[in-house]
């Protein structure tokens, strides 16, 4: 089909022409956009843990006052978890995954070293952490009974101990020791001693969102034990469709075995229910752009519609000028889809290039990652087929009017 005929027509109608072609920039360019943010989002939410979910509850609390001898209610606590019907670990610790609230400290390869390598998050667990958590050994070890501290001894003033042995994340070994082994190698954090890595897990995320995507998974584990008093983390691995009822038992076991504190029963729950809710506002953004782009698309389709009936009712007489000199009605059809492709080709060009400014300025001001090449012809793909679509029904109209009828409506 030669494209004379529609370029002349186009060109006669500059002002609706134009109208359609930016609108259908605009949406290609926030299209694109939107594509990107919810590929984020999603990503976000798919993210390993490297935590057992379906099987970890997290019971917190918290006490009234100071009580004397905490790390002797600690131990009682946990020999009273470990013995309730269905538990496989308990464990207590300092912090735990999804809570948005972190201890972090810096790691250096060296004693005095002015910037530090990297700043991971430091879990600090007994000898049922990785049980109970669930962080999976990739190359080492676990920590042996005689690595074990005490945090009294660590923390008193003018404390000798030192941490003998960690446990770090396969993403952190590959920062420190890229293309190495790490186990066996050593590092400085706590204290003026270095610290030996006996042990790498395949996933473990930090509490929060400290870092990044980068140091997503840059999470380390001492072998410390911790009073309930530090956090107030207990954790608790059981089957799936046992989880409530260890939940439950694990609550009145603490409740009985000291009334003087207080479990928090908003934070006190199986892990997916922590994950959900630390993920929620990335799951209700997702449906916002979902919903952003559905409008998008229908208000675009709309106007395609609507700019081709006009058009089809404006040019009755040219269409059937036509159809008496012998155009079959597919010629007609693919006229105007043919005009729809070529307004939907210039909106889209214009488009990716403001897919790409709008691209610049989110990276400017809330730090998001450059937009990657393939979501824009994503977004053209989905336009093209969305015109093509919209035109066909006005296209279709008016292929289907008679010679006749079109010229005596002249």
């Known amino acids: 089909m030669e494209l004379r005929p ?23 360019a926030i299209i694109c956009n939107a594509l990107f943010l919810i590929g984020e989002r ?11 979910e379906n099987e970890v509850v997290r019971v917190q609390l918290t006490g009234i006052g100071e009580d004397a001898d905490a790390e002797a209610l600690t131990r009682s606590d946990l020999a ?8 496989k670990a308990a464990s207590v610790t ?33 000898e049922q952490f990785l ?39 396969q993403s952190m070994a590959d ?7 790490a186990v066996g190698k050593s ?23 400290q870092g990044g995507a980068v140091a997503h998974e840059y999470s380390m584990i001492f072998p410390i034990h911790v009073p309930f008093s530090m956090g107030g983390n207990y954790l608790l691995r059981t089957d799936p469709a046992r989880r409530g009822e260890v939940l439950k038992a694990a609550v009145a076991a603490l409740e009985k ?85 070529l307004l939907a080709t210039i909106g889209i060009v214009l488009g990716m290039l403001l897919a790409y400014a709008i691209n610049q300025l989110l990276m400017g001001k809330y730090e998001l990652p450059r937009l990657p090449l393939y979501y824009l012809p994503v977004g053209a793909v989905l336009l093209w087929l969305l015109g093509q679509i919209a035109v066909y029904g006005p296209a279709r109209k008016a292929a289907s009017v008679p010679p006749a009828v079109a010229t005596r409506s002249a």
Not at 9 to 28: D, E, F, N, P, Y
Not at 80 to 87: A, D, F, K, N, Q
Request: glycine letters at 6%; a positive charge.
């Open 42 to 52: 999603v990503d976000r939410l798919n993210l390993v843990s490297g935590v057992a």
């Open 80 to 87: 009273l978890l470990r013995g309730l019907p269905g538990v």
């Open 175 to 181: 920062k420190l020791f890229p293309g190495q082994n």
């Open 187 to 209: 590092f400085y954090s706590w204290g003026e001693d270095a610290i030996r890595v006996v042990g790498v897990v395949d996933h473990l995320v930090r509490p929060s969102e």
């Open 6 to 28: 529609i370029l002349s027509t186009l060109s006669r109608h500059k002002t609706a022409a134009g109208l359609i072609v930016l609108q259908i920039a605009l949406s290609c």
């Open 257 to 341: 075995n000291s009334p003087n504190r207080i479990i928090l029963q908003d934070n006190t729950k199986t892990m997916e229910e922590l994950r959900a809710q630390y993920y929620r506002q990335d799951r209700v953004m997702v449906w916002m752009l979902v919903a952003v782009i559905v409008a998008l698309l229908v208000v675009t389709a709309l106007g395609i519609v609507g700019l081709a009936s006009f058009w089809v009712q404006q040019r009755t007489k040219q269409i059937g000028v036509r159809r008496a000199l012998g155009a079959t009605r597919g010629q007609i059809l693919r006229y105007f889809q043919t005009e729809n492709f």
């Open 94 to 126: 300092n912090q735990v995954p999804f809570v948005n609230s972190s201890w972090n400290t810096s790691v250096n390869m060296v004693k005095d070293q002015q910037q530090p390598t990297l700043s991971a998050t430091t879990y600090m667990g007994d």
């Open 131 to 169: 049980a109970a958590l669930g962080p999976k050994l990739v190359a080492g070890r676990n920590f042996t009974s005689d690595e074990y501290i005490e945090w009294s001894a660590l923390d008193a003033p003018g404390s000798k101990v030192s941490i003998p042995s960690v446990i770090i994340t």
